[in-house]
């Protein structure tokens, strides 16, 4: 029997808020080239106990070899559909970086074929062994990989929207990378909102909003350049890459500090800043300044996390003229690429009981 005294202790240890309470992380595609420095970053993170590491190859050895880090989390390695129902059973948080990446002359929608299936999968397992926990999404094509597991999450009666993000945290960092390096600030004391979804003309980074702000000097042409770099960066490393991938390392910086922002939501810290897709609530304004308003099912959009997840969805702030124009040249793509994921979802099979 639990000695009663010992399970007090526990529990008053969680209340202490100087203690970050502790939680299962399971990383879906442990083994790959984001899921590996991932494992890495998440074994340091002080709000981890568990971190159960899955992949349907070579999980053992990232498993043996994250394991011998000395930090606190327990790390155990799953390998194959088998053992899925093991690595999310108790998870808090799901992420989930499963899939192929692009290569050079590839669009993120060219992954569709392969990647909506295997997110399709996912979420039956999730659906299945842990239906509460929080779910971020990586596997491209975002903006349709999202609406596919709120669909297979929904079939299975326990789709909850606060606790479903496609992570675009990347495009966060980058837009922060490249401002700092222009203004010649600490990327850490950049502010800059991107919004909209995860590919190309999707990505709409708000150069108006940013702080320190953008140089008065800088040309409209300038400016144009940089939205469009930012959009494109992901394109830049696959072709630096040369065939060999894509973004795996800022990746995983960028996916340790969603998760980071997760937990510490979680453990009630909150509210907690952040940006990310999700199923959005209908037609919320972008606030004073702009009469531009959100009229798209899934968006990624300023947000405050707490306990229970997105708690809060801002609005977007006001919009210069070129951001306005890319935020209407978006839609159809992004309503594409919605209604694609929604559709293959709807045809697929019905979850595992
Ligand atoms: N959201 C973003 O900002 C962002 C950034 C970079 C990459 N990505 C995407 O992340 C995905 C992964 O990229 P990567 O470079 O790590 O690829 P990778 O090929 O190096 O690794 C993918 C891993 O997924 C595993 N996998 C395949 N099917 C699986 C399944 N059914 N269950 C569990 N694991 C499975 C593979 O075995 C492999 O280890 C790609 O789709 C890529 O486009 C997204
Ligand atoms: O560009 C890719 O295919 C990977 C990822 O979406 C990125 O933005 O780096």
Redesign the pocket.
Known sequence: MADPLNRIQKIASHLDPAKPRKFKVAL?????????PLSLLLKMSPYVSDLAL?????TPGVAADVSHMSTAARVRGYLG?DQ?GAALTGAALVI???????KPGMT?DD?FN??A??VR??AQGIAQHCPAAWVA??????NS?VPIAAEVLQKAGVFNPAKLF??????VVRAEAFIGELTGTDPRDVHVPVVGG?AGVTILPLLSQARPPLPASMSAEARKALMVRIQDA?TE?VQAKAGA????L??AY??ARFADSCLRAMSGEGPVSEYAYIRHPPRLSSGSGSSVAVDLPYFSSPVRLGRLGVEEVLPLGPMDALEADNFAAMKAELLGSIKKGVEFAAKGPAPAK
């Open positions: 879906l595609g442990a083994a790959g080239g984001i899921g590996q899955y992949d349907v190859a070579n559909p899925l989930i970086p499963a899939g192929v990446p692009r993120r992954l392969i990647n299936g295997i999968g996912l999404i990586i596997s491209n094509p975002v990989t496609g992570v675009t945290t990347l495009d995860h992901g490393v991938g894509s973004a795996t800022s990746m960028a996916a």
